[in-house]
């Protein structure tokens, strides 16, 4: 490959980490060609990118990002897919779901400003709640004793309403 081939895709694959906010690196060295292909048609369907890099352009081009990548270049071996997303814990529950015996294993992740190394932190990964999911939560905390309050009023409203008929009917 010629010197400016490489610093055409590394300019790439750092584009596209500062346009997604979320990545996971990801090995696929085990994956077929059948199940690579059905892993990128979910991948497709759940709003991530999927790309192949080289390990050693994926380095260069997190090295020309201001963020400190370096607890992620010693995960940096062998065969290596990025998936990238806006949602920080999509890719772990795609990876979760699609999984059969550690296949496609997690490498890493950088995910809310966050690193996590080695598969045993997909748990955690899928934990994470959304942007969506954390204002949907902080909505229903905020309507909780309005609702409570409402409620309670009803409620007497009609215990006194059903009191006040029995005593009219007697």
Do not use: W
Not at 5 to 24: L, M, N
Not at 34 to 50: G, H, M, N, P, V
């Amino acid at each position: 490959m010629r010197k400016e081939d490489k610093v055409t895709i590394i300019e790439q694959i750092a584009a596209t980490v500062k346009e997604y906010g979320h990545f996971y690196l990801v090995d696929l060295t085990a994956l077929n060609a059948a199940s690579t292909s059905a892993l990128r048609r979910e991948c497709y369907k759940s709003d991530i990118k999927l790309m192949m890099v080289k390990n050693t352009l994926l380095q260069k081009a997190l090295e020309t990002l201001e963020e400190d990548y370096s607890p992620l270049f010693d995960t940096l071996k062998g065969s290596t897919a990025v998936m990238f997303s806006n949602t920080a814990n999509a890719p772990a529950k795609l990876i979760k779901k699609v999984a059969k015996d550690g296949i496609p294993g997690l490498k890493a992740a950088y995910a809310e400003e966050s690193f996590y190394v080695g598969a045993s932190q997909l748990d955690a990964l899928v934990g994470i709640k959304s942007k969506n999911e954390v204002i949907a939560d902080i909505v229903a905390l905020l309507q909780s004793p309005a609702k409570n309050v409402i409620s309670a009023l009803q409620s007497g409203g009609n215990t006194l309403h059903g009191v006040l008929k029995t005593l009219g009917e007697r």
